[in-house]
């Protein structure tokens, strides 16, 4: 039998010497896993069993070589939900829960507007390039009365998205963002997506666990890291109902550019863009012009 608390410090300083942001949190949650438990019981373990201790180190030598924590773990929490993830899909990022938000927000003002005009059709959103579904899943559990699409292209993201979805009532479909979904034009409320917006020549500059691990057509978006958006940009003006709303997710240095794309379409109106928890730039929205 080993000390718990011994085995967790000796694990935070190994993750820390190899980078990783958060090794006390990783640690522990490494932890956790291995002993089937959760972090907030941890303290009810003193002593760990020698299976248990060596599960624990393998997990710790993978996270010190900056395999991602989540494919670890098998499990993503966001917002209300937890999400399957693993290799081949983006593992969902905390910030993106306020894009999330957003979406959620939009689609009860959607429902609200309908109750007020007697209006018996359930508000439409469409998540484009849903990944493992989070975004889409997150509308579906908090907003029942909506009806969510979600889009993706990708088989293997595809496939972990089919799984995160089962029984949500999201409809899934296989498709690319740029061409997504004609038969619903011109009735959606809302669209979101967390589009790829990483400029190429940014690889360098990306964390390992990201550039390593996530698929590169979560990543990657042209020159500028802009050509998903722009894309984006013209699905959402078709997608829309005259009113709807757009809400995408961007790198934190394109907090003018983003907006800028659909700025200058002309098919836009309120066009904003909002900040994360730290004061990032992280997402713009839009309104489809009457």
Do not use: K
Request: hydrophobic share 45%; charged share 25%; glycine share 8%.
């Amino acid at each position: 039998m080993t000390e718990a608390r011994s085995l967790l410090l000796a694990a935070a300083n190994r993750l820390r010497e190899a980078g990783v942001a958060s090794p006390d949190h990783d640690a522990a949650e490494l932890l956790a896993h291995a002993l089937g438990t959760t972090r907030g019981r941890l303290a009810l373990a003193d002593r760990i069993d020698a299976d248990s201790a060596s599960r624990f180190e393998a997990l710790v030598e993978r996270r010190a070589a900056r395999e991602p924590l989540q494919h670890l773990t098998g499990v993503a929490g966001f917002r209300y939900v937890e999400l399957a993830v693993g290799p081949g899909v983006f593992v969902p990022r905390p910030e993106t829960e306020l894009l999330a938000g957003w979406a959620v927000e939009s689609a009860r003002e959607a429902m609200a507007a309908r109750l007020a005009g007697a209006d018996p059709v359930r508000p439409v959103v469409v998540d484009l390039g849903t990944g493992s579904g989070a975004i889409a899943l997150s509308v579906a559990t908090e907003v029942a009365e909506a009806a969510v699409h979600a889009v993706e292209v990708d088989p293997d993201a595809h496939a972990w998205a089919e799984r995160n979805l089962a029984g949500s009532g999201v409809e899934l479909h296989r498709g690319d963002l740029a061409d997504a979904l004609p038969e619903l034009d011109g009735t959606v409320d809302v669209v979101v997506s967390n589009p790829p917006y990483i400029p190429l020549e940014a690889w360098e500059s990306v964390a390992r666990e990201v550039r390593d691990h996530d698929p590169a057509t979560a990543l990657w978006s042209g020159d500028d890291g802009l050509d998903a958006m722009r894309a984006l940009e013209r699905t959402a003006a078709r997608l829309l109902r005259p009113g709807g709303v757009v809400g995408a997710e961007h790198a934190d240095v394109q907090g003018e550019s983003a907006p800028a794309v659909f700025a200058r379409s002309g098919s836009w109106v309120d066009v904003r863009d909002h900040t994360d928890l730290s004061g990032r730039d992280r997402f713009v929205t839009a309104r489809l012009a009457r």
